[in-house]
Every structure is written in structure tokens, then in C-alpha cells.
């Protein structure tokens, strides 16, 4: 298919951000797909890098805790760990972020 092979590793897709180099997931590639959606549509580049930024660290932090369960599988537990976690984090001035 096409899609697979734009999207496959080491190719770029001119105009969306980075997409090689988030984790070979189901959900990776939902983020993906969304990314060449929101290019197709003539998104911005800042705009494309913003989604890509925040989705993409969801999808890592995703990866990392729970390896690649099925889409469904996610809920509003993952997310609250998600927001938990960059609350719990230092903002460049030192202060926890809100």
C-alpha cells in the first residue's frame, strides 16, 4: 500500500515533523496518519510540530509504560498518568508546573 510505504521507516514525508521518529506502535501511526491529515488540509509547519510535540510525548510516554496495547485499551487512567507525570515535573525556572 502506498500510505505504508510513505510511512514506513526512513522516509520523511516532506512537510510533517519527525514522524520516523516515534515508536513503531498502533498508536504511532494513528498519530501519523493524523499529522499527513492535518498536512493535507495546509496546517502550518509550527502548527504540525505543536501536534506532533504534544501527541508524540503521549504516544513515548504510552510506549514506555505500557509497551503497544491495543487503541481501545487506553483510557482515562493512562491519561491522568500522563498529565501526573508533567505536573510532577520542574519548569525551566524551577517550579513545579500546573
Request: proline share 4%.
Amino acid at each position: 500500500m502506498l500510505l505504508d510505504k510513505l510511512l514506513g521507516q526512513g522516509y520523511q514525508l516532506q512537510g510533517v515533523p519527525d514522524v520516523d521518529n516515534l515508536p513503531d506502535t498502533e498508536l504511532a501511526q494513528y498519530l501519523k496518519n493524523y499529522l499527513i491529515a492535518r498536512r493535507v488540509e495546509n496546517i502550518s509547519y509550527k502548527t504540525l510540530v505543536v501536534y506532533r510535540d504534544y501527541i508524540g510525548y503521549f504516544v513515548k510516554f504510552i510506549h514506555e509504560t505500557c509497551g503497544d496495547p491495543p487503541l481501545l485499551r487506553i483510557d482515562r487512567s493512562h491519561i491522568r498518568l500522563y498529565i501526573l507525570q508533567h505536573q510532577e515535573r520542574l519548569s525551566k525556572y524551577g517550579k513545579k508546573l500546573t
